[in-house]
């Protein structure tokens, strides 16, 4: 009897001893579960919270212009990231707090609640020049199929640059014709007559030469005096009178912090000849007008006005100093209309009684004949035809007899089977201003895109520089026990 009671006492110290080790590792499993447990939950809420804030795009931008962005002011007056924290930390905390039969359950072991959530990166759609811009332009072209358009964008733009015709600036024009303005006005001091007879244009027909109201070098400088858009449209009531104010390019922007996010495919920001074929699509022109702010867009990423008549005005500038260019090139290669252009100035030179005057009046007679060449081509261009780059004796269209009616001058606009259109000019112009100076593409458009949208719906305060691409996020969160929990994210639209 004694035995059995020594072995019975045995087994229960044995017991207890197990026991206590069991009893220790089955609490250590367990705060090793609920410590798992709160970092499980922080990251799924966390997660979850990202995916909320990255859910609330702005659905416009989307739709017009394939962007992802999100708008920090919510479709409110004011903007800025802090904003966008405070809808991650409603979104966390919501989803900490369950309703309904979740509530019965919730926190009974874990106890997850949220201490805090900050957004300590972020990128916005300006950040290092526009690069979210191009990086989103170039993925919405990664499922695009490059067209011939973009063989003619290049070819165009190519033959301008060889040719030393690529200048930006649309001065190059008006200083030329000021240049123009002051040779004619030297020649036309030299005595010009008001009528006279001569085979001009070598037809073999003698020409009635009948210029009682002036003589040519006024009318070409009456006709340099007047605005651009009335040489060649005539009058500009029938063109757009829109215009802009306050765009974004003209003010202090919010900027961000240039976040870099975990999740993203890097893709290459959109070079040159993707940002053309975008504007294409998203954008209007003379020929094609848009219906936004401004009909015409493209032209306004070209020459940056406040005003449709003002961009239209830069772009057929540029358009005659081009075609200026091309023409004169031609005439001066061209023995059958130099000569024409030598007897001209000749005849010109016997009138007035001063052989040595021939050059002088030869040069003046060039320059004319080639800018009614050139607003013939812009008028031919604008109308929507052809006109080649270079022309031949087939396709030049003018008569030296022309230069004697540049007042009622209305020239041919039918144009030519080959060659560019307007469309194609515009797109080489944007093509070279981009190569150039990609910055300044990427600001004028995010000016249009600016001004559009606040014509929708609900976006009467929309700011461009409150769109946010990439956030870098860091929440802490508490649990039962002290336990305590950080997760950290960057992410970005993908």
Known sequence: MRETKQQNAYLTVFLSMILTIVLSLVL??????????????????????????????????????DLFFIDTSYGTAGGGISRTTEHLKTCLETNLTPKGYGAL????LTGVGLSDARITGYRTIFDENGKALREQIAAYFTSEVMTGQAWNIANLSGRLQARGWDSESPDVYENYS?????????????????????DLDGDGIEDEVDI??????????????????VQIFGSESNLSAKSIQNPFSKRRVMGGTGARAE???AYTPAGSMMMVLYLNEKCGDYRTPGTGALSYEKEYVLCGKSTDRQNLSAVCTRLLAVREAANLTYLLSSRKRMAQAKAAGALL??????????????????????YIESLTDVRTLMKGNRVPILKT??????????????????????????????????????YLQDLASPGTTNVRLLDLIEQNLRLTKGNGNF??????????????????GGITCSVYRSAGYD
């Open 105 to 108: 359950t919730a926190g009974t």
């Open 263 to 265: 999740n993203t495919h």
């Open 212 to 229: 009682s109201a002036g003589n040519p070098f006024e009318a070409l400088d009456r006709r340099l005096s007047q605005p651009v858009l």
């Open 349 to 370: 030179s016997l009138i007035v009684l001063s052989p040595q005057l021939e050059p002088l009046f030869t040069a003046a007679a060039v320059v004319i004949w080639s």
């Open 463 to 480: 700011r461009i520089d409150n769109l946010v691409d990439v956030i870098e996020i860091a929440c802490d969160f508490r649990g039962k």
């Open 393 to 430: 004796d087939r396709t030049f269209q003018n008569g030296l007899a022309s230069i004697l009616q540049v007042d009622t001058w209305q020239g041919n606009t039918k144009g030519q089977d080959q060659g560019f259109t307007y469309e194609e000019y515009l797109n080489a112009f944007l």
């Open 28 to 65: 250590v499993l367990v705060d090793g579960a609920r410590r798992n447990g709160v970092r499980q939950i922080s990251e799924i809420v966390t997660d979850t919270g990202v995916s909320y804030v990255f859910s609330e795009y702005h659905r416009e931008l989307m739709r017009r212009y």
């Open 178 to 198: 000021k240049d123009v303005r002051k040779k004619l006005s030297e020649a036309d001091t030299m005595g010009v007559p008001r009528d006279g007879y001569d």
